[in-house]
């Protein structure tokens, strides 16, 4: 007898047939023998609309309020299902993210996991239950009600896999695994069979909706297994796994795409030493993170710098870098808010020269500008107007031939 761990996000609770549905598969998965843990997200885009009516109270929201908000909606999931499980005669008990003991930083809205003590999960594993866990969230070190950030329960579920020494991960969702490319903007898109940590990493910290970035990197760190599938079908999904598993003839396993992308920019900042730490604690401070950043040429003792951070938090963002570029004498600031990012990943392409050349090529054929350009050993990114996105990933993925 094993041990699994199944996360149904949102699209796969939507509503009570949907819950029955997850019941169902629960049960199978009980009736092979297995324990089993499951975390769930809130039902459907019923988050969406808890920050909706949050913001009908006034123009300011506390993170803390809006933590002891949001969280409710991963109880009602978890209550649901154990209540249907209940119900069809399978014995099953419902917990919070603290419950379960979820412990995590002193952060709202963004914390990350720093313990996990699952002694009543386990308690209730010995009596026989299924177990429930609300994801998304778990508590402060000072008893505050935290949230993970969005796509929260992959990390719980993949942190509670860790800890429970899990023999898989399962998550479930609305796709049948990790394909080449969105397959709602490519039609000609293929499902992986595997998919590396690191892949899976860059696909995710790219835009790749299917996995948080954050479980993956635990999961990569943890060796846990994790098996993304669909909730409507019963067949297998892909499996995220060590890079030595993967085939080895992959030059670009697949494209990325992110529209929640903000360019911020500096103008005629001193060059002198200490004035990029400058910037960029200042936004470390504010719990913003930054992803690409350029650097232009030096004139007259100063230059430009310009960065992307998630549109999201660009409302966070703009006053600490108008701040900041007061403090450090620089002439001015800018943003721009109608761009996205494309990006290629594959592990082949550490020993394939002239795969970032081929790219930059498709794009100037379909007379699409780059704005900023960002690139590691597995990854080529590019910042394009969000407008030509649907262009550039059917002309990338064709190029490829993924």
Known sequence: MGLVVQKFGGSSVGDIDKIKNVAYRVIEESNQGHQVVVVVSAMGDLTDELIALARQTGPNQSEREMDMLLTTGEQQSAALLAMTLNNMGCAAVSLTGWQGGVATEQVHSKARITDIKPDRIEKELTQNKIVIIAGFQGLSPNGEITTLGRGGSDTTAVALSAVLKADICDIYTDVEGVYTADPRLVPDAKKLEFVSYDEMLELASLGAGVLQ????????????????????????????????????????????????????????????????????????????????????DMRDGRNDIAFTVCKDDLHLALPVVERVAKDIGASGTSCGQDLAKISIVGAGMTSNPGVAATMFAILADENINIHMISTSEIKVSCVIDAPLINAAINAIHKRFNL
């Open 213 to 296: 970035p954050r479980a993956v990197e635990f999961a990569m760190q943890h060796n846990v297994r994790i098996q993304v599938r669909s909730s409507f079908k019963m067949e297998p999904g892909t499996l995220v796994v060590e890079g030595g598993k993967m085939e080895s003839n992959r030059i670009v396993t697949g494209v990325a795409h992110d529209l929640n992308v903000a360019k911020l920019a500096l103008f005629d900042v001193p060059d002198q030493p200490g004035i990029a730490s400058t910037i960029f604690q200042a936004l470390a401070e504010a719990s913003i993170n930054v992803d690409m950043i350029v650097q232009a």
